[in-house]
Structures are given as C-alpha cells and as structure tokens.
C-alpha cells in the first residue's frame, strides 16, 4: 500500500484575489516541487474530488450557513462574513470538493487501498465556525472528516493534532462537548483567533479532550519538542485513538510571513513521526492530514515533503 495524496486543478479556481496570502500559488507550486523528488511515484496520487453531500456538510454546519455560503458564491460577492475570508463564483464548487476529497481519502484508507493520506487542498478548513466563515476557512475540512469517520466507518475515537501556527477555534468548538473527539492544537499565542489558551480545555462530557499548548512568539524546534513531550504525547497515550488527524499547516516555519514561530523545516519530520507512531501503536496506523496554513511560497513545498516523506515509510 501506498501514501495516498489528494491534489486536483479545481482547487485552484478558488480566487481569492490579487495579494492575498492564501493563493492559488501555494498548492501549484507545491505540487510541482513534489513532483520533482524521486519518491514521488511511490505516492498514489488521487483525482477528480466529489463533492460533499449536504447531509455529511450538516454533520458540523448549520443548513442556513451551507446555504450563504453558496448564494454569496453565485452572487459573485467578494468576501464572505470576515474580511480575510475572500471569495470568487468558484469558491463554493472548490470548497465542498476540498472536503469531499477528505472523505475520499477515508475511504480508500478504510478500504485498504492506501496505507495512510494527505490532502493537498484548498480552502483550509480549521477557522471555519458551525455558522461563520473566519481565517481563509469556508468549511471545516478536518472537523467534517472526523464526523464521517465516526458516522460512516464506525471509529469511535478521534485525535485531530493542530500544529498550524493559528489555533482552529472551529475544530475546538465543534467537539469541546464531545469526549469521542480528542483536540490538541500547538499555536502561537497570544495571536489570531484570540482563542486555544491553556485554560480551554473542554466542556461538560468533553473537559479533558481539549489539549491547547499554546506557544510563545520566537518559540523553537526545542519549544515544540518540550511540548510534544509533556503535553500532546501523554494525551494521545491516554485517549488511544481509533484514528489519527494532522490539520497540517506549515506556517509555525521560521520564514512565515503570517507567523512568528521558528521552527526548521526539518521540524515537520520529527512531528509526523511522532504521530505516525501513535497511529500504529493505538490506531492501526489509521492517518490522514490535510493541508492548513503556510503561506511562504518557498518553504512551503519543502515542509510538505518532510511530512510526506515520513508518510510514505510509514
């Protein structure tokens, strides 16, 4: 069995307008520097996305925000709720493919057919609220993925790992009250959302299942393994997940222009072993992520690769 990797034109179509960090720049040129390593026609790389039903989109969105979201699509309105959530008529067909390429990689995962998953896809999905569109975020890509694992392929446990240099406050949110959903963001703090401190920790049946470690600015490859090693790893340990999730951003990169994280690009090996590893101990090395942030044009495609190469050998 191969890594599976998600990646199609059509998500490329979803303008955000001149300037604007999140572009379609980020999965081409990432694609193509993928393309030029001499692993890459060990990956099995997937096409042509379906789109999300209705029904599996209102496992974590309101109807009415599903239906905003692609009125203001058609309307060829330019932005949506946030003035950092741009749009174009194209946004609504890419977003809803970019989360159904999410679940066709669960499939061929549960399946058998591959041996663990990556999306490289767009919109990200981790800021996107049940109701509201915040940070670039459309839908939530990891949080839907998550609902469609438990509700269509039966795993009872999830551990969705944030290290994206933004907290996902709507992965958060979707599953605070939730103890079947373990959350454990690693993210630059104080900074955007506002939301992802120490503190927050669940809600109800769900207190415990939020792990927040929040980082200072300037933090290091040193900072993150201090973390890993006290806080995410003994939290995977105690929830023995029956799947593992990466919301893979890559703008805790030293060179971020969004961030003021400074971690090497080798960082994103050692992390994605660290999880590979709690997937084949707890999850029969069930795994898939799916691209969030990162947003150096540059650097980008090289954390990518770091992470995908630890995939493939998994």
Same mark, same amino acid.
């Not at 630059?188 to 049946?205: D, I, L, M, N, W």
């Not at 919301?247 to 690009?265: K, M, N, Q, V, Y």
């Not at 969030?292 to 493939?312: F, R, W």
């Given at each position: 069995?191969?890594?599976?990797?998600?990646?199609?034109?059509?998500?490329?179509?979803?303008?955000?307008?001149?300037?604007?960090?999140?572009?379609?720049?980020?999965?081409?040129?990432?694609?193509?520097?993928?393309?030029?390593?001499?692993?890459?026609?060990?990956?099995?790389?997937?096409?042509?996305?379906?789109?999300?039903?209705?029904?599996?989109?209102?496992?974590?969105?309101?109807?009415?925000?599903?239906?905003?979201?692609?009125?203001?699509?058609?309307?060829?309105?330019?932005?949506?709720?946030?003035?950092?959530?741009?749009?174009?008529?194209?946004?609504?067909?890419?977003?809803?493919?970019?989360?159904?390429?999410?679940?066709?990689?669960?499939?061929?995962?549960?399946?058998?057919?591959?041996?663990?998953?990556?999306?490289?896809?767009?919109?990200?999905?981790?800021?996107?609220?049940?109701?509201?569109?915040?940070?670039?975020?459309?839908?939530?890509?990891?949080?839907?993925?998550?609902?469609?694992?438990?509700?269509? =392929?039966?795993?009872?446990?999830?551990?969705?790992?944030?290290?994206?240099?933004?907290?996902?406050?709507?992965?958060?949110?979707?599953?605070?009250?939730?103890?079947?959903?373990?959350?454990?963001?690693? =993210?630059?703090?104080?900074?955007?959302?506002?939301?992802?401190?120490?503190?927050?920790?669940?809600?109800?049946?769900?207190?415990?299942?939020?792990?927040?470690?929040?980082?200072?600015?300037?933090?290091?490859?040193?900072?993150?393994?201090?973390?890993?090693?006290?806080?995410?790893?003994?939290?995977?340990?105690?929830?023995?997940?029956?799947?593992?999730?990466?919301?893979?951003?890559?703008?805790?990169?030293?060179?971020?222009?969004?961030?003021?994280?400074?971690?090497?690009?080798?960082?994103?090996?050692?992390?994605?072993?660290?999880?590979?590893?709690?997937?084949?101990?707890?999850?029969?090395?069930?795994?898939?992520?799916?691209?969030?942030?990162?947003?150096?044009?540059?650097?980008?495609?090289?954390?990518?690769?770091?992470?995908?190469?630890?995939?493939?050998?998994?």
């Amino acid at each position: 069995m191969a890594t599976g990797v998600f990646y199609d034109p059509v998500f490329l179509t979803h303008d955000t307008g001149p300037g604007h960090p999140e572009c379609p720049a980020r999965l081409s040129k990432s694609f193509q520097y993928l393309q030029k390593q001499d692993w890459f026609s060990e990956l099995k790389l997937i096409t042509d996305p379906r789109p999300v039903e209705d029904t599996i989109l209102k496992m974590n969105h309101e109807a009415e925000y599903i239906r905003r979201v692609q009125a203001a699509s058609l309307q060829g309105k330019t932005i949506l709720d946030s003035p950092d959530v741009s749009i174009s008529q194209e946004s609504f067909n890419v977003a809803i493919r970019a989360a159904g390429a999410a679940l066709e990689l669960a499939d061929r995962l549960l399946s058998g057919e591959i041996n663990n998953g990556f999306g490289l896809i767009r919109p990200p999905g981790h800021h996107a609220e049940r109701n509201m569109a915040l940070g670039f975020c459309l839908f939530n890509n990891i949080a839907i993925l998550a609902r469609y694992l438990q509700q269509y =392929h039966d795993l009872e446990k999830v551990l969705i790992l944030d290290w994206d240099v933004h907290h996902g406050n709507g992965t958060q949110h979707s599953f605070q009250a939730d103890p079947s959903v373990m959350y454990i963001s690693l =993210h630059q703090y104080p900074f955007y959302p506002g939301t992802g401190a120490r503190s927050e920790t669940g809600v109800g049946k769900g207190k415990g299942t939020v792990v927040n470690c929040p980082m200072s600015a300037g933090s290091t490859d040193a900072d993150y393994r201090m973390a890993f090693k006290d806080d995410v790893l003994p939290a995977a340990r105690r929830f023995k997940p029956d799947a593992v999730l990466i919301s893979a951003g890559f703008d805790a990169h030293r060179s971020d222009p969004l961030g003021g994280i400074c971690l090497e690009t080798e960082s994103y090996r050692w992390m994605s072993e660290e999880m590979v590893t709690i997937a084949d101990q707890y999850a029969k090395g069930r795994l898939l992520s799916l691209l969030e942030g990162g947003y150096n044009l540059q650097y980008l495609p090289l954390c990518i690769a770091e992470h995908l190469s630890v995939l493939k050998e998994a």
